[in-house]
């Protein structure tokens, strides 16, 4: 049997169950990384649920046969999940927000933009600056 970690969670996890395609979503915070973390699981028939869960792990099992079914192992126990499929959700704005850097704006320009919009709330301003700009 082959089995893989699919996501482990730290502190409370909150388990909702509910109707429709996706049927079991469980919400925490990843491990190592700390970020948000959602499980959605689709058609899920659990052997056992709770509904206030603490530090889990989540196995993904793969047996002879090729049936994948799911083991959340928490600190006091465990139970299997057996369902057709799962999504994994990670928050990824801050991974994002360090990829990408801050735009940074030169002072003149922002000075610029500053003095243009103070300007345009005078009346008559905005048909000044429209022929001033047809002239150049």
Do not use: Y
Request: proline residues 5%; contains cysteine; charged residues 25%.
């Amino acid at each position: 049997m082959n089995q893989r970690t699919l996501a482990a969670l730290r502190g409370p996890v909150e388990c909702r169950h509910s109707t429709g395609a996706v049927n079991l979503i469980l919400r925490g915070v990843e491990r190592d990384s700390g970020t948000p973390l959602e499980l959605l699981f689709s058609g899920a028939g659990l052997a056992r649920s709770g509904d206030s869960l603490h530090d889990i792990e989540v196995l993904e099992l793969i047996d002879e046969r090729a049936r994948r079914f799911w083991l959340i192992k928490a600190q006091t126990d465990s139970f299997e999940i057996v369902a057709r499929a799962v999504q994994v959700h990670r928050a990824s704005a801050r991974v994002f927000a360090r990829a990408v850097p801050p735009p940074t704006v030169p002072w003149r320009v922002r000075c610029g933009w500053t003095a243009l919009l103070w300007a345009l709330r005078i009346p008559g301003a905005a048909g000044l600056i429209q022929r001033l700009r047809a002239r150049a």
